[in-house]
């Protein structure tokens, strides 16, 4: 063989096998956490081991849509994670447990699905006891009816509900052992030693409830509101956000359809006066720390803080009462 | 006509009959080939980050249909990384010949299949799937590794370039407007390749034989006969081989080749195939209509059955249907007016006017997919940059390119350009189309019309 045909194939060869081997090696150095839409199997991997203390360097990337990338109970804004890009992020975490991640962003009808764990471990492993929810220690069937018997006939305001009250002594009803465990109707009721008209009394109960919380808190229940919750619930808390429709099947899809149907609810209306001025904070604070089981609504205990839904129960009785700023 | 031979300059000539340059293209090419399979099975499944898809989809079908084929014809099969494995492997060299060839089959290409219908075959399957093709890395690895083992299996079982010639699925259309192309391998002086002795140029040269030593024509094609590029791939060996220095790369009018057109069914279908396929993709990929984009995308569905139905039909029997009946107005008012005349119209009916009249439609279509093809290749040129940083949508950022944003450019430009093309293209056209009724005594105007309305569905799809 030539000279010349010797070196020409092993140029070949070199080219070849260097146009393969050198991009499998960096690939397979690489560690990216791939986010896909739930149906298309969600995070890979879904399950990560950090310690104690030790910094944890994740590298992102989408292989579909933008997702958004947090983790649960740490009160951290979502980085975004775009398609066939790479989101550096580090964490470090200072108690050992097991923490959800979860999908910030609304990629499709199943985003909330897309959730996985951190398992963070460390020289204290012993995960300190959490305290029973307050729905619990009340013993609160969360799944009952809890439709109010009686509804204002005009949204009740705060500001006519402030006007009423000098003179009245209603200070019981402004602290947060009262107004947790009562819903609105509840305290509608309470409220009837006092020379009131019915109107009046919603009207105080608006500015109860006003009083009971904070600017900063409806603030930031809003903008959880909208982060997580609008999604389904929509943007007025009418139950009918972008996904709402489609968490029916529709009834030409066949498949056991109607069984399906059966069993999904569509998602709560919170302007419905019915619905949520029956319903206590307590109440509402375990339909979102335990999910609608089975009706498509999350669990959201292992993300959110308590203070955060705390915060959110309180934007969401905004839908019922006028409240002034 | 006027013809300026480029390999009258000794440079260009060496360069051309030098086989080192052209290896060092064919490495590069076939480097890039493999990388483009790797990162389409291992890369990011997001198309607009993955090198497979930014490179092969965008910038190889940039370069392809708006310099390539336009100006240098069949100049892409010249440096095509496909044929290469298979083509060595039968030769067992990279270089020169051989005394001792390697035993492979060597069987000539059955006689039924010497045409391009193969070709229009593989063209229109990958037309079908092109919403998914286009738009999945992996399904694009899948195929460009499929041509290259075709090509490796083809050339172990016949002679040649069996693939290129006769089942490559862009190799087709290349071949079809690379005779509106400037460019062309012709012989310089017909007389001495008539009495060359042994014909080189076809059956090759060894070492020991001559001092031209070079391969026969990979392309199966004898340059003595050469009068159209469609089947020269500009390979250069028979600048090689010829004993005579009776080849030339010549530089000439566009559209030199369609004076005299071919009057095969399978190349004038061809030309019906890209008409309607850059028409269909026109309105697929850039038209408004979610329906329509979704019935291409899912593939096996009923509308995806219904949208291949169209497709074919389109192709197959409204856009030829219609172009027939053009040519039977074309020739009623002729009959009459020829009946005084000693040559009439019988040397132009059938099929072979079908067939020789489509060829007037190779301009207009060449100048469809060049409209068509700025359009998503100025959108998305941005990724190129992108995909050039981090090929595998790894977190890469290897020229600083990585973060480029995405942005169409020089948008103000592509209604201009396009409008350029699509009219530039129809006045092309029916330039080819008058001088083909001239010769075959018959009125143009219905090809004409029919180029127009093309043309005004075009602009319609496009703008």
Redesign the interface.
């Known amino acids: 063989m ?1 000279r ?2 010797l070196v ?2 092993i ?2 060869t070199v ?2 096998i ?3 081997g050198a ?2 090696f ?2 397979s150095q ?1 560690s ?1 956490m791939h986010a896909r839409v739930a149906e298309s199997g969600g995070w890979n991997p879904n399950i990560i081991r950090a310690d104690v203390g030790a910094p944890l360097h994740l ?1 992102l ?4 849509v933008v997702h958004g990338f947090a983790v649960g109970q740490m009160n951290m804004d979502g980085v975004d994670v775009l ?4 989101t ?1 992020l580090t964490l470090t975490f200072d108690k050992p447990g097991t923490y959800t991640f979860y999908c910030t962003r609304w990629c499709g009808l199943n985003h909330w699905r897309m959730r996985g764990t951190i398992e963070v471990g460390g020289s204290n492993t012993d995960a300190e006891p959490a305290p029973a929810p307050l729905y619990v220690s009340l013993g609160l069937d969360i799944d009952a009816p809890h439709e109010a018997p009686a509804i204002p006939s005009q949204m009740p305001s705060a500001f006519r509900g402030e006007s009423l009250i000098r003179g009245l002594a209603i200070s019981q009803f402004i602290n947060s052992d009262f107004y947790r465990v009562h819903s609105p109707y509840e305290t509608f009721e309470n409220l009837d030693q006092y020379p009131l008209g019915e109107s009046q009394r919603w009207d105080v109960v608006a500015y109860i409830w006003q009083s009971n919380t904070t600017l900063e808190s409806l603030a930031n229940g809003k903008k959880l509101y909208a982060q997580n919750c609008a999604a389904c619930h929509g943007e007025n808390g009418a139950g009918n956000g972008v996904f709402a429709d489609d968490l029916l099947p529709s009834p030409n899809s066949g498949g056991g359809g109607d069984e399906v149907r059966s069993m999904i609810q569509t998602p709560a209306n919170f302007t419905d006066p019915k619905r949520i001025l029956g319903a206590s904070p307590a109440l509402l604070q375990g339909k979102i720390l335990r999910g609608g089981m089975g009706t498509g609504m999350p669990m959201w205990g292992s993300i959110f803080t308590e203070g955060q839904i705390w915060d959110l129960i309180a934007f969401i009785y905004s839908f019922q009462f006028e409240y002034q700023n | 006509m006027n013809r300026i031979e480029l390999t009258r300059n000794l440079f260009i000539k060496s360069a051309l009959k030098n086989r ?1 340059p052209q ?1 060092a293209v ?3 090419m ?3 080939y ?2 483009a399979i ?2 389409g099975l ?1 890369g ?3 198309g ?3 090198f497979s898809i930014v490179f092969v989809w965008i910038a190889w079908w940039a370069i392809l249909i708006l310099v390539a084929v336009p100006f240098f014809g069949r100049g892409w099969c010249a440096v095509c990384p496909i044929p290469l494995p298979g083509e ?1 492997l039968q030769r067992g ?4 010949p051989l005394d001792k060839k390697p035993k492979w089959l060597n069987l000539r290409w059955p006689r039924a299949l010497r045409n391009i219908w193969l070709q229009n075959i593989a063209f229109l399957l990958l037309a079908l799937f092109s919403s998914v093709l286009l738009t999945t890395p992996t399904i694009t690895a899948i195929v460009l590794a499929a041509m290259l083992f075709t090509a490796i299996g083809l050339s172990m079982v016949f002679e040649r370039r069996a693939f290129c010639r006769y089942l490559c699925p862009v190799g087709g259309f290349i071949g079809l407007y690379s005779q509106t192309a400037p460019l062309e391998l012709r012989i310089k002086d017909k007389q001495t390749c008539v009495t060359c002795d042994g014909k080189p140029c076809y059956n090759g040269a060894s070492t020991s034989l001559s001092a031209n030593s070079g391969y026969g024509c990979p392309w199966d094609v004898f340059p003595g006969g050469l009068t159209r590029n469609t089947y020269c791939g500009l390979c250069m060996e028979c600048l090689r081989t010829c004993p005579h220095d009776n080849i030339a790369v010549n530089l000439r009018p566009f559209s030199a080749d369609l004076a005299k057109p071919s009057a095969r069914l399978d190349e004038a279908f061809k030309a019906f195939i890209m008409l309607g396929s850059a028409m269909i993709y026109a309105g697929v990929l850039l038209g408004p209509w979610g329906a329509l984009k979704d019935a291409a995308f899912y593939v096996g569905t009923s509308a995806w059955i219904i949208y291949a139905a169209v497709f074919l039909g389109i192709i197959f029997i409204i856009l030829p249907g219609l172009f027939s009946l053009a040519l039977f107005l074309a020739h009623r008012p002729s009959l009459k007016a020829c009946l005084g005349r000693s040559r009439g119209v019988g040397r132009g009916t059938g099929l072979r006017t079908f067939a020789m009249f489509s060829a007037s439609l190779i301009p207009l279509g060449l100048m469809f997919w060049v409209a068509f093809s700025l359009s998503f290749v100025l959108t998305n040129a941005a990724y190129i940059l992108v995909s050039l940083s ?7 950022n290897l020229f600083g390119t990585a973060d480029v944003a995405w942005r169409p450019i020089f948008t103000s430009l592509l209604a201009p350009a396009q409008t350029l093309a699509l009219v530039g293209g129809l006045i092309w056209s029916a330039r080819m189309a008058q001088k083909a009724a001239d010769e075959s005594k018959i009125s143009a105007i219905p090809v004409m019309a029919y180029c127009f309305a093309a043309t005004v569905v075009m602009l319609w799809l496009l703008l």
Do not use: C, M, Q, Y
Not at chain 1, 61 to 64: A, F, G, L, V
Not at chain 1, 83 to 86: A, L
Not at chain 2, 93 to 96: D, F, R, S
């Open positions: 030539k010349s045909e020409s194939r140029l070949i080219a070849v260097g146009a393969v991009p499998l960096f690939w690489s990216l590298r990337t989408s292989d579909d398609p066939g890009k790479v550096d | 080192h290896l064919f490495i590069v076939l480097a890039g493999v990388f790797l990162a291992i990011t499944p997001v607009s980050h993955n060595w060299a990279v270089l020169h981090d090929p595998l949508g790894l977190g890469w």
